[in-house]
């Protein structure tokens, strides 16, 4: 009988979940180890004293992904590798995550690794959104628009007028 989540060539992916903050640390280690491996990466914009910083981190935080050959591969050494806590397992299952899952992370990376999340949430014109960074931080205002990929138009009530304001698409969200 054949195994319907076998690809192929017999090799599936798996989830490894990690250390806190340990992604990265894993993958390499894994990597050094001669498995290979795919942790999609994001860019997330953090606001720390003020100071506002885009930084990437881990699309899926805690986790990656690693190919295993479903037969004669030895997968015990990933339980102790630096960094990793162990495969994903339902019950004594580890289950496959779909090839299809995988290449359409990969198309969506650029070529630094990172995956743009910058219009994943498509706002319609007039959806309410409230303003979560910058100087306009606490208002509400209207979406109208998206400029960019990365810059969006809102109405926003001031002083008894609207204004017209750009915005990065990272300063709002749904009200």
Known sequence: ?????????????HAVFCKPRQDSVAESNLLYQGFETFRPKTRVARTRNGQRRVAVESMFP????????????????????RGAI????????????PDNVIESLRRRCSDDGVISLAGAIDFQ???????????????????????????VVVLLQLLQHERRVELPDTSIRRA
Request: hydrophobic share 35%; aromatic share 8%; charged share 25%.
């Open 62 to 81: 805690r986790y990656l992904f690693v190919r295993l050959c479903q037969r004669g591969q030895d997968w015990t050494p990933i339980r102790s590798t």
């Open 125 to 151: 014109p007039d959806d309410l959104v409230d303003i979560i960074d910058g100087p306009m931080s606490g208002y509400r205002a209207l979406f109208k628009a998206r400029t960019s990929q990365e810059r």
């Open 86 to 97: 162990g495969l994903v397992r339902l019950g004594l299952e580890t289950p496959v995550v």
């Open 1 to 13: 009988m054949i195994d319907p989540h076998l690809n192929g060539s017999g090799r599936n992916w």
